[in-house]
């Protein structure tokens, strides 16, 4: 396999630092898009490795870093932040079409959208994910995630640019802030209640980092993929 160019989006951020430095040192070429928060300095410094600065509500930083890539692993976002019907429709869909545009003029090989199962609505045991995009999601979060996922599919149509869509659940494991967030609530004696029960995917780190790395790499990776196992 001769060495690709894998830009990562987020890649400050919890999961795409991660994939990171799971990737740092291998025959691969990270190319490390960051925006206001810088990077780490052990993935600074790291051989290999490029960072690039842009803003995905600015089209115009796009270009340059998606030039020369052959595949694209996008994290990038907000998550953590009140009032999220305000702007997820404008910080998933808006931003990832920017982003997807940029790719496909630049021709880059391939595109992986990391989404999760309820993008198809409650999914459990019985009734699993199956890689539908005619799902009816309940949260604006899976809303405006299906939402990407259908338009990565529909504006790579007909190009050379693969779509790629990873579904993990939850990802588990030391340094995940997801975790640490409620081992601190938890200390706190704070309690989130849903109304119905609400069933939650596991993904453990090794397995996320495996999943994420051959769907942005291995050949003959094509569509979607749910790597998750579940619990509530």
């Not at 849903?194 to 596991?202: K, M, N």
């Amino acid at each position: 396999m001769r060495p690709r160019t894998v830009l990562i989006t987020g890649a400050a951020g919890n999961l795409g630092s991660l994939l990171a430095r799971h990737l740092a040192g291998g025959p691969h070429r990270l190319r490390l898009m960051v925006h206001r928060t810088p990077l780490p300095a052990d993935l600074a410094r790291a051989p290999d490795v490029e960072v690039v600065q842009a803003d995905l509500g600015d089209p115009a930083t796009l270009e340059k870093a998606v030039a020369g890539a052959d595949s694209i692993v996008h994290f990038a976002g907000i998550l953590f932040a009140p009032r999220p019907e305000r702007f997820l429709p404008r910080t998933n869909t808006a931003w990832f079409a920017g982003l997807l545009k940029a790719a496909i003029a630049a021709r880059v090989g391939r595109v992986v959208l990391i989404s999760f199962p309820h993008v198809e609505g409650p999914t459990t045991p019985d009734r699993p994910a199956t890689g539908r995009l005619d799902g009816q999601p309940v949260s604006v979060h899976a809303k405006t995630r299906l939402e990407e996922e259908r338009l990565l599919f529909e504006e790579t149509a007909g190009t050379g640019t693969t779509p790629v869509v990873v579904r993990l659940g939850m990802v588990y494991g030391r340094g995940i802030l997801m975790v640490d967030a409620a081992r601190w609530c938890a200390r706190r004696h704070f309690l989130g209640v849903w109304r119905d029960p609400t069933w939650i995917h596991l993904v453990s780190v090794p397995d996320f980092l495996s999943a994420t790395a051959a769907a942005a790499l291995a050949d003959g990776v094509e569509g979607s993929t749910t790597s998750a196992t579940s619990s509530r």
